[in-house]
């Protein structure tokens, strides 16, 4: 785990070159007319970088469950992309928000998102994977329709709100360009 410095510098690199946020995917509720959701949505965040060093150090350090990496040229030269999704998020932004200066109103929004109760089941080896007795289980576990209207209400509202603050330039920039350019 890192130590608080550790810590502090992590807030910094996402404070000056990560994002906090939240992905949106369609769940083709339009396809199944007994999908209950149209949206499903994932809490992340992302790092770009031009320092190798640097994702390779993010990537010892930090407590991470699912990562994804991707490689893109750009006039910098080679971008490394890292994004972070999971409840490896959670606990990141936890040990940061003392430290973060810029993204601290997005990290508590993540900090309050709402999840289901826990849906890791651990698989019986018996049961195969695509298996109805395997989806059955599941959800007599608790680990399939958890999702509640009012959580999905809720994750609608911060991805919105996410949104909004993330968007170039800022909720302030925005407003002073209204008041001069009306």
């Known amino acids: 785990m890192p130590t608080p410095t550790e810590w502090a510098y992590v807030a910094g690199i996402i404070d000056g070159e990560g994002s906090i946020g939240v992905v949106r995917s369609d769940t083709h509720a339009h396809k199944n007319p007994n999908a209950p959701y149209r949206w499903h949505f ?8 031009t320092s190798l060093d640097l994702m390779e150090w993010l990537q010892q350090r930090l407590p991470l469950r699912k990562t994804r990496w991707h490689r893109r040229e750009s006039i910098a030269g080679d971008t490394y992309d890292l994004t972070i999704q999971s409840k490896s998020v ?4 936890s040990a940061i928000l003392p430290y973060l200066v810029i993204k601290n109103a997005q990290a508590e929004l993540v900090l309050t998102w709402p999840q289901p109760r826990d849906t890791w089941v651990e698989r019986p080896i018996h049961m195969h994977k695509n298996s109805n007795a ?4 599941r959800r007599q576990a608790g680990a ?5 209207p009012q959580m999905y209400a809720e994750q ?4 919105n709100e996410l949104r909004e603050l993330n968007r170039r330039g800022g909720k302030i920039t925005r407003e002073l360009k209204e008041v001069c350019h009306p």
Do not use: Q
Not at 90 to 93: Q, R, S, T, V
Not at 144 to 148: E, F, L, S
Not at 156 to 159: G, K, L, Q, S, T
């Open 42 to 49: 994932a809490p992340y965040l992302k790092v770009a970088n």
């Open 90 to 93: 959670k606990e990141i932004l």
């Open 134 to 137: 395997w989806k059955l289980y």
């Open 144 to 148: 399939i329709g958890t999702r509640t």
């Open 156 to 159: 609608c509202r911060i991805f």
